[in-house]
Every structure is written in structure tokens, then in C-alpha cells.
């Protein structure tokens, strides 16, 4: 079946770096990918929906401009989080979609710790 | 407030018992779909329902969509210990069937 890969599945960084984080299918084309972001014993809030070509869609209350996020192939979605802080430690999942939106896959997830 | 909630949030069941999580919503749902994820690991597919009054199995677990489309129930029987994890619903709310909003989760745990 449909792979979607993230990578990498962990990352630790100082508080102020930059941290991107890969959202790949690997064989479909995926023209839709959704970010999410789960915190500790909680469920999966939607970040942005990322469309290949065009610009990301945020959900409420999430910086643009902290989480930046590029589709800029039809199989290729990366998140990138900016001057990460402390808070910003959590799982990252990304979603993808193929087909006409019936089939949709989750990615393995990344655990970001940031120091 | 939580757009589908998840009831029961935690559940500890003994091995070869019965449970049953819920997952209700004040929206309509347009698709409803069930995960199970181990903590700090990506989600594994369970079942998809669409139409109301839906039900389909897999094994030992057992999914139904309520005629109104605003609750699901995922039922499994005698469990046991793989069944342990965190059990998510996830639904389409609006006509966009691919933005997927989340429950709250249900952690469960299966002891011998």
C-alpha cells in the first residue's frame, strides 16, 4: 500500500534554531498534505493544510510564521519550525491525501525536543 | 470546546472483556474514521465509515456510524493486551471530506 515517510522520526535542538522536518509520499502523488501537531496524552490538532503550488492554509492560532510550511512538489511537503522554543517540543504527523481524497495516509510522525 | 468528543478518555479493561469507546459530534459526519496509535508513533488505519447506520468489522473490533451521522461507537470484543494503545476518532465536519478533525482520544489498557 501507500508509504508516507517523515523524516526524521526525531531531532533534538537548541532553543533558537531551525528545525525542518520532511513529509514525503512515496508512491503516490499527494496533492493535498495536512500538518499536525500532538502534544503528551493529547489528540492531533491540525496545523495548515498544505496544496502542492500554492500557499499554506493555517488554522487558527498558529504562527505562519513561526511554522513554515513548503509543498513544492506533488510528493514533497516540509514544516519548518523557526526560532523553536521550548514549547515547541511535541510529535509532528503529516497527512497525505491521493486520489480524489478517498485514500489518505499518515505519516510516522517526528519527535522534535527542543532545549 | 472539543469539536468530537471521545468518551470514556481512559479505560482499563481486564484481558477477554468487552469495551466500547464513543465518539459524538453536534456536526454532522461526513466521514468518521478510527485510529489506533501507540504513544509517540504514527496512527494505524482501523475502519472508515461514511453512511448512516454503517457497521463493519475487522477481527475483533467492530465499528458503527448512527443513523444521524453524529456518533460513532467502536466495540471490541474479549481484548486483549495488543488492543492496548490510544484509540482516535477523526471526522470530516464540513463538505471538505479530507480535512480531518480529531476526538480527544481514549487511552486504553488491557490487563492480564
Known amino acids: 500500500g501507500a508509504v508516507v515517510s517523515q523524516h526524521p522520526s526525531r531531532v533534538i535542538c537548541k532553543s533558537g534554531t531551525s528545525v525542518k522536518i520532511e513529509c514525503r509520499s512515496l508512491?503516490?502523488?499527494?496533492?493535498?498534505m495536512f500538518w499536525y501537531r500532538q502534544f503528551p496524552k493529547q489528540s492531533l490538532m491540525l496545523m495548515a493544510t498544505?496544496?502542492?503550488?500554492?500557499?499554506?492554509?493555517?488554522e487558527q492560532g498558529v504562527e505562519k510564521d513561526k511554522f513554515l510550511i513548503n509543498h513544492a512538489s506533488l510528493t514533497l511537503s516540509t514544516l519548518t519550525v523557526t526560532s523553536a522554543h521550548p514549547e515547541d517540543s511535541s510529535f509532528y504527523i503529516c497527512?497525505?491525501?491521493?486520489?480524489?481524497?478517498?485514500?489518505?495516509?499518515f505519516g510516522p510522525g517526528t519527535r522534535l525536543t527542543v532545549l | 470546546s472539543q469539536e468530537l468528543e471521545q468518551s470514556p478518555q481512559s479505560l482499563i479493561v481486564q484481558e477477554g472483556k468487552n469495551l466500547t469507546i464513543n465518539c459524538t459530534s453536534s456536526?454532522?459526519?461526513?466521514?468518521l474514521y478510527w485510529y489506533k496509535q501507540k504513544y509517540g508513533e504514527g496512527l494505524i488505519f482501523l475502519m472508515m465509515?461514511?453512511?448512516?447506520?454503517e457497521e463493519k468489522s475487522h477481527e475483533k473490533i467492530t465499528a458503527k456510524l448512527d443513523e444521524k451521522k453524529q456518533q460513532s461507537s467502536l466495540h471490541i470484543t474479549a481484548s486483549q493486551p495488543s488492543h492496548a494503545g490510544i484509540y482516535l476518532c477523526?471526522?470530516?465536519?464540513?463538505?471538505?471530506?479530507?480535512?480531518?478533525?480529531f476526538g480527544t482520544g481514549t487511552r486504553l489498557q488491557v490487563t492480564l
Open positions: 498544505s496544496n502542492e503550488g500554492s500557499k499554506a492554509t493555517y
Open positions: 456536526k454532522t459526519l461526513y466521514g
Open positions: 477523526g471526522a470530516a465536519l464540513t463538505g471538505t471530506a479530507s480535512k480531518l478533525t
Open positions: 508512491d503516490f502523488q499527494a496533492t493535498t
Open positions: 497527512r497525505a491525501i491521493a486520489g480524489g481524497g478517498n485514500e489518505q495516509f
Open positions: 465509515l461514511q453512511k448512516g447506520g
